[in-house]
């Protein structure tokens, strides 16, 4: 059974920086593209940033470009994300999601496992 956990969420000011992490049991990250989701208080959950499973191709959404990055460690069996210069707006539980294929995707319905999520807190 695949399973994802995500870790790093918290608190923090505006312009403060989080690293998130998801670590991936059950399988390995061969041939297993990755991604990372959000969902505010009352709103659908939206795409925030994914990876292929070579970590050769990436994709954001506009409101994160040039200040997310998504990055994985197979070794690790983990994925990251790396959260700069955090805005209110940027408050959210964020989801980690994987499924086996090779090329990224934007799409929620691409992905087939998903872990339970960690509340990112932003205070103005």
């Known amino acids: 059974q695949v399973q994802l956990v995500e870790s790093g969420g918290g608190l923090v000011q505006a312009g403060d920086s989080l690293r998130l992490s998801c670590t991936v049991s059950?399988?390995?990250?061969?041939?297993?593209?990755m991604g990372w989701f959000r969902q505010a208080p009352g709103k659908e959950r939206d795409f925030v940033a994914a990876?292929?499973?070579?970590?050769?191709?990436?994709a954001y959404s506009d409101s994160v470009k040039g200040r997310f990055t998504i990055s994985r460690d197979s070794a690790k069996n983990t994925v990251y994300l790396q959260m700069n210069s955090l805005k209110p707006e940027d408050t959210a539980v964020y989801y980690c999601?994987?499924?086996?294929?090779?090329?990224?995707?934007?799409?929620?319905?691409?992905?087939?496992?998903w872990g339970q999520g960690t509340q990112v807190t932003v205070s103005s």
């Open positions: 999601a994987g499924a086996r294929g090779l090329g990224y995707s934007t799409s929620l319905r691409s992905y087939d496992d």
């Open positions: 059950g399988r390995t990250l061969t041939i297993y593209r």
């Open positions: 990876i292929n499973s070579s970590g050769r191709s990436t």
